[in-house]
C-alpha cells in the first residue's frame, strides 16, 4: 500500500511539475506586470509620438510583424543583422522593402534603460504593429507577451515560408496551413492591404508582360491597369515608384481594401487570388457587412498569428539589441 501510494505521489508530482511548466511557458496578457510594468506604456507612448507624424510608418511596424511571425515563428529573428558567416532574413529579397528597424531598436533601447534585459524585441514588435494599427484610428486587438528572441536568422527560410505576392490561392492556403492558420485568416491579414504602399517592382511584370507576350493579367480590371501605366508604373523597369495598395485611403484602416478586390483592383496576384474561390469571396463580402465586424474579427486573427511558433519560459534570450544575437 505505501509503495502504491509512493508511486502514485511520485507520478502525480511529476505531472503536476508538467502542468506548471507548460503553464508557465505560455503567453500571457501583462506578462511584464511585475518584471518592467511601464513596459506596455513605454511603448504605446513612444508609437504614439512617431506614428502621428508619420502614419505610414504603421503599415510597415504592422508589416515587420507579418514577416516575423511567417520566418521561425514570432520571435524576432527578421531583426537580426547578417554576419560574414550568415546571410540573414532581412537579406532575402522580400524583406528588402521592410522598414521600422530603427524605431523597433529605438524602443528597446528606451525599455533597456528602464528594465536592462527583460522585454524581448519579439513582444516589441508584436506590441507596436498593433498599437501603430490604433493610433491610425485602426482595430485593437490583445496582445499576450512571453515571447523570447529566437537564436537563428536566416535568409533561406525566408524564401520558404514567407507568402509571395504574386502566389495562388491554393499556395497561399498552403503556406498559412503550415504555420496554424486558416483559409479565414488569409482573408483577414490579406486585409491589412487596406493601408501601406506597394512597388512597381513587385507589379511591372503583371501589367506589362504577364504571359510574355506584352500583356496584362486579365484577372486586373482593364481600367485600373491603364491607370497603373499611365499614372504610377509608367515602365516595366520602374523600380522605386510606390502604389497605394488601397487608393484614396492608404493610412485609413478601412473596408476600402476588399471593395477594390470586387472591382478586381487588388494590386498582387495575391490579392486578385481572393476571388477564385466561392470561400474566400463569402468572407470578403462577410467582412464588407460591417467595419466593426471586420475590426473585431482581423483582431482575433493577428492575435493567433502572433502566437505562430512563439519561444517561451527558458527558450531562446532576451536581445540587449535587437539586430544582434547576444
Known amino acids: ?5 509512493h508511486s502514485y505521489l511520485k507520478v502525480w508530482i511529476l505531472c503536476l511539475t508538467a502542468l506548471i511548466g507548460a503553464t508557465s511557458a505560455q503567453l500571457e496578457l501583462g506578462f511584464y506586470a511585475k518584471s518592467c510594468p511601464k513596459a506596455e506604456q513605454i511603448i504605446l507612448n513612444y508609437v504614439n509620438q512617431h506614428i502621428t507624424k508619420v502614419p505610414s510608418m504603421a503599415a510597415a511596424l504592422l508589416r515587420l510583424h507579418f514577416h516575423d511571425c511567417f520566418v521561425n515563428g514570432c520571435d524576432g529573428s527578421v531583426l537580426v543583422a547578417s554576419t560574414k558567416n550568415n546571410q540573414a532574413e532581412k537579406e532575402a529579397p522580400p524583406n528588402l522593402t521592410l522598414r521600422g528597424f530603427d524605431v523597433i531598436e529605438e524602443i528597446k533601447s528606451i525599455l533597456e534603460a528602464q528594465c536592462p534585459g527583460v522585454v524581448s524585441c519579439a513582444d516589441i514588435v508584436a506590441l507596436a504593429a498593433r498599437d501603430s494599427v490604433g493610433v491610425i484610428g485602426g482595430p485593437h486587438w490583445n496582445v499576450p507577451t512571453g515571447r523570447r528572441d529566437g537564436l537563428v536568422s536566416s535568409a533561406a527560410l525566408t ?10 490561392l491554393t ?3 498552403a503556406h498559412f496551413t503550415q504555420v496554424g492558420l486558416d483559409i479565414k485568416d488569409l482573408v483577414l491579414l490579406s486585409g491589412a492591404h487596406t ?9 511591372a511584370t503583371r501589367i506589362y508582360n504577364f504571359t510574355g507576350n506584352g500583356d496584362a493579367d486579365p484577372s486586373l480590371d ?8 499611365t499614372t504610377k508604373c509608367k515602365s516595366i523597369g ?4 510606390l502604389i497605394e495598395m488601397d487608393p484614396g485611403s492608404r493610412d485609413s484602416f478601412d473596408l476600402g481594401y476588399y471593395k477594390q478586390l470586387l472591382k478586381r483592383r487588388g494590386l498582387f496576384q495575391s490579392d486578385s487570388a481572393l476571388l477564385d474561390s466561392v470561400a474566400t469571396r463569402n468572407i470578403i463580402n462577410h467582412e464588407l457587412s ?3 465586424t471586420f475590426y473585431r474579427e482581423f483582431g482575433i486573427s493577428m492575435e493567433k498569428m ?9 527558450q531562446g534570450e532576451i536581445r540587449k539589441i535587437c539586430s544582434k544575437i547576444n
Open 306 to 314: 502572433g502566437r505562430i511558433g512563439v519561444l517561451t519560459g527558458k
Open 290 to 292: 460591417s467595419l466593426d
Open 238 to 241: 520602374d523600380q522605386t515608384t
Open 171 to 173: 499556395t497561399l492556403i
Open 159 to 168: 524564401l520558404q515560408f514567407l507568402p509571395a505576392p504574386f502566389q495562388n
Open 222 to 229: 482593364s481600367n485600373y491597369v491603364q491607370n497603373l501605366k
Open 195 to 203: 493601408i501601406g504602399v506597394g512597388h512597381c517592382s513587385t507589379i
Open 1 to 5: 500500500m505505501k509503495m502504491g501510494s
